[in-house]
Every structure is written in structure tokens, then in C-alpha cells.
């Protein structure tokens, strides 16, 4: 287990690369600086990695946040590489500044997804505990559950995400092309209160 002992502004995300981590926040901060079109990553998890977020804090202040606006697919955690995990027993995702902006060309617009937690396609999120507060995206305002992904969900809350189009605290996506693989959802415990957007859970995979 890590402890962090102050609270820490870091320029670039910390990648987790075929560990296992377990950090307790002990009631710190982990935020980024503040800059115009910068990936707001805070962590980004890489093949076969676990990172296992704790706040053993008794006020529970401990917190991991972005402040930054971006165009593309990156949350404040980005759960990328196949075989990767995120754990999130308490303590706060806060992407509640994110915005991913949409990229603009001469014949066409792309759009991005998921503000506080992108989980990407073979990768799991299990939440036991602890806050997430979603930003703004078109899908996901606070997760984005990729095809072939899995978000479980026991405990916690979810609140505050803005989509733009579906799944404003949390959008469940499967293979854009037929349908197939699907991303999975399984709540058990917790609470994901309504966001802003066309739906609360946008679902093209399996809720």
C-alpha cells in the first residue's frame, strides 16, 4: 500500500504498467494544473495493471481531479490496456471542470466519451465505494463502458455528468458496426443519480 502525505499537482498522467497499486489518499488531493487543451488524465492504466484507489481519511477529503478540456477519449482515469483494472473503494473522482470538447474538421465532427472514468474495451471498473463526479461529454458524462468492458458497481455514488447526447452519468456501449460485443453494467449496491442528458444510462450493450 502507498500513502500519500500531501497533497500533489502533477503536468502529465502517471501510468500504471503491468502493476499492481494500492493507494490511500489519507484525506490529500491529487489534481492536475489547469491548462487549455491538455488530456485531463490523472492515471492511465496499461496492460495487465491494477490501480486500487483508498481515502482512509475520517473527513473523507481525499480526491483525484482534473481541471482540464480536451478533445478525445480520456478521462481522469482511463482504464486502456486489455487486462487492465480499476478499484475504487472510497475517496472522490472529481471531473467535475473536464470537458471534452468535440474536433472539428472542413467534413466531419468527432465526439468523446467518458469525463471522470474511460473504460476501454477487455479492461473492468469495479466501484465498491466512494464519489464519482462526472464532467461534461457526448457520451458518459461520468463513465464510459466501452464494447467488450465491464463496469461493476456496488457501492458509492455516481452524480453530476453531463452528456450531450446519451448516458449522462453513465453510457454502456458494444461494436458500432453490428452490435455485437457489448459492454455489461452490473449494479448491485450504490446509487447513480439522473444527469444531464438524454438518458441517465445510454445502452448499447448490456445494463
Known sequence: MYYLTDDVTVDAAAAVDGASIMLDLKGHVIETSTQVDTIPRVYVLKENSTLSIYDSSEAGTGKIVSHRKYAANAGVIEI???GANFNLYSGTIDASDVELLDKVTDDNTTSYYGAAVYV????TFNMYGGTIIGGRAYF???????ANAKFHLEG?????GTATSYGGNVHVSADRTD?????EFIM???TVTEGSGTDLCGNYGRI
Request: glycine share 38%.
Open 140 to 146: 458518459g458524462g461520468s463513465v464510459y463502458v466501452n
Open 120 to 123: 476501454n474495451s477487455g479492461t
Open 80 to 82: 486502456r490496456g486489455e
Open 156 to 160: 458509492g455514488t455516481i452524480t453530476g
Open 179 to 183: 452490435g455485437t460485443n457489448p459492454g
Open 188 to 190: 448491485s449496491g450504490g
